[in-house]
Nanobody, 126 residues
Framework: QVPLVESGGGSVQPGGSLQLSCAAS??????????MSWHRQAPGKEREWVSTISGDGTTTYADSVKGRFAITSSQSHDGARGTLFLQMNDLQSEDTAVYYC??????????????WGQGTQVTVSS
């Protein structure tokens, strides 16, 4: 079973917006005290980090998306993170990529990027 499942990708024109979602499968517990992140991989390029939300709610962004993308997450009632979101505005052709979410695993501490999803395609084209 894939631990994380992304959705919300699609095709959009330059200047458009999309919101990606990432949900954990029932067999995976993502603590609100650990990080979740978004990454992307464009055709012919290595995967790159896009954004992270930390356990204390701090958000960080790659320079290439700062001011255009926003990462948020909901909370469930049992202290786990709910769904992770990435609001992407003013999309440009260079944002075209497969977008992946990752999550730390809480085991003694937060093990960085332990869980991964299979990705969702975002295509920006006129």
């Amino acid at each position: 079973q894939v631990p994380l499942v992304e959705s919300g990708g699609g095709s959009v024109q330059p200047g458009g917006s999309l919101q990606l979602s990432c949900a954990a499968s029932d067999s995976v517990y993502i603590s609100q005290h650990c990080r979740m992140s978004w990454h992307r991989q464009a055709p012919g390029k290595e995967r790159e980090w896009v954004s992270t939300i930390s356990g204390d709610g701090t958000t960080t962004y790659a320079d290439s998306v700062k001011g255009r993308f926003a990462i948020t997450s909901s909370q469930s009632h049992d202290g786990a993170r709910g769904t992770l979101f990435l609001q992407m505005n003013d999309l440009q052709s260079e944002d075209t990529a497969v977008y992946y979410c990752s999550a730390d695993r809480l085991l003694g501490g937060c093990h960085k990027d332990y869980y991964w999803g299979q990705g969702t395609q975002v295509t920006v084209s006129s």
